[in-house]
């Protein structure tokens, strides 16, 4: 269940009985062969696969990241982080005002992490409002599948090309990982290295293997959403 579902009535009618909601992070950065929404569209429909369970709202995704690296790519739209950290703190600050008091954060790219400091300055400011950060890749489940099929995962590699990622045929040969000179490089750098955009790996892989990741990643967001 969607905010854009709903009306502000609906809204005020669904905080009389709960105050939890899932707030998206994501980016709008280059995946290779992957739509450049990718980081948005995976973190949204696992949120709407456990709304549809748990009846919990979803907040609007906010559809811009950290993604300075990548800027070369056409397409790329990169917030500054702290340009980022006052997005979300200021949607959390909107929401909370308004009764929601637990509040699961459901990212979507690696770029946003430096949000977290951030969420730590605002549960000291609000300190009735619980809140816990998702990232879905990080998943000790999605680990446990990565290792039981010998898949290392990657940016734009077949990690992320679900069903609903997928906007154009991928290559069918695995792409050589790229030497990688130094953990902190330019844009221009980083399309000189990473090429087509993939850090390696195969493209893609059976669609039985990511609907495992898609269903263990479901089943934590549902845990998560207990607030225990």
Not at 214 to 227: A, G, H, N, P, Y
Request: proline share 6%.
């Amino acid at each position: 269940m969607r905010f854009e579902e709903l009306n502000w009535m609906d809204i005020e009618s669904y905080l009389e009985k709960d105050d939890r909601l899932m707030i998206v992070l994501g980016a709008t950065e280059q995946h290779a062969y992957l739509s450049l929404l990718t980081d948005i569209k995976i973190p949204l429909a696992m949120a709407d696969a456990a709304s549809q369970q748990s009846g919990v709202l979803v907040a609007p995704p906010l559809n811009f990241g950290s993604s300075p690296y990548f800027l070369d790519y056409p397409g790329t739209i990169s917030f500054r982080l702290s340009t980022l950290m006052d997005a979300v703190e200021d949607i959390l600050r909107s929401v909370y005002r308004q009764g929601f008091r637990r509040v699961l954060v459901l990212n979507g790219h690696s770029g946003n992490d430096g949000v977290r400091a951030r969420l730590v300055e605002v549960a000291n400011a609000l300190s009735d409002l619980k809140m816990n950060w998702y990232s879905w890749w990080e998943s000790h489940g999605v680990e446990a599948i990565t290792l039981k099929h010998s898949l290392k995962p990657g940016h734009a590699n077949w990690l992320e090309a679900f069903p609903f990622t997928l906007v154009d045929e991928v290559p069918g040969t695995p792409k050589s990982p790229p030497y990688v000179p130094s953990t902190i490089m330019d844009a221009g750098s980083t399309r000189e290295v990473y090429g087509d955009g993939s850090f390696g790996g195969p493209y893609q892989v059976d669609v039985a293997i990511m609907n495992e990741i898609f269903s263990i990643t479901v089943t934590d967001i549902l845990e998560m959403l207990k607030f225990e």
